[in-house]
C-alpha cells in the first residue's frame, strides 16, 4: 500500500493502490513517448535523412521548409472504444514529435522529395550541382 503524508497523518492513495502506476500509461505498441531514431547521411549527390516511425501512415508527418530550417513533424490521435455486454472502455492516444535540421545553402530547395515505406520515412536532399563532388582528375605538369 502507497502512503503519502499529508498534515501530519499518512494516508494511502487511492489511485496507487486501486489502478497501481502505470493505469494511465499507453500499453498500445505502435506509440512510444521517445523520440524516433534518425540518421543523416551524404553522398556526392544528396543528404538523405531516415526517420524509423513504425505504425504511422505518411498522412500523419509534416514536412516544412522555412529558409534553410527542414521541420519534420507528426501528430497521432487515436481512439479505441471495447464494448462489452458488462462495460465500455474507451482509450485515447496522442503521440507527436518535431524535429528541425538546419540545411546547408548548397541544396535544391525546390527538389526535395520523401516517401514512408516499412516504418521508415525517407527524405532527400539534392545538392546544388556546384556543390556536388567532381570525380579525381590527374593535372598534367608543363
Not at 500500500?1 to 487511492?14: C, R, V
Not at 512510444?32 to 549527390?45: C, K, L, T, Y
Not at 513504425?54 to 490521435?77: A, C, M, R, W
Not at 541544396?107 to 545538392?127: C, M, T
Amino acid at each position: 500500500m502507497t502512503l503519502i503524508k499529508t498534515s501530519n497523518e499518512l494516508i494511502p492513495t487511492f489511485f496507487d493502490d486501486f489502478f497501481g502506476r502505470d493505469w494511465f500509461l499507453n500499453n498500445n505498441e505502435n506509440f512510444s513517448n521517445s523520440m524516433p531514431a534518425v540518421n543523416i547521411a551524404e553522398n556526392s549527390d544528396q543528404y538523405e535523412v531516415e526517420m524509423a516511425a513504425p505504425g504511422l501512415n505518411k498522412k500523419d508527418f509534416k514536412i516544412e521548409l522555412d529558409n534553410q530550417l527542414l521541420t519534420i513533424s507528426y501528430h497521432v490521435n487515436n481512439e479505441v472504444e471495447n464494448k462489452d455486454a458488462n462495460y465500455t472502455k474507451r482509450e485515447f492516444y496522442h503521440n507527436s514529435f518535431k524535429r528541425s535540421f538546419t540545411l546547408p545553402e548548397t541544396v535544391e530547395r525546390d527538389k526535395i522529395q520523401a516517401n514512408y515505406s516499412n516504418g521508415i520515412l525517407k527524405v532527400f536532399i539534392p545538392k546544388k550541382e556546384a556543390a556536388k563532388q567532381k570525380p579525381s582528375s590527374l593535372i598534367s605538369i608543363k
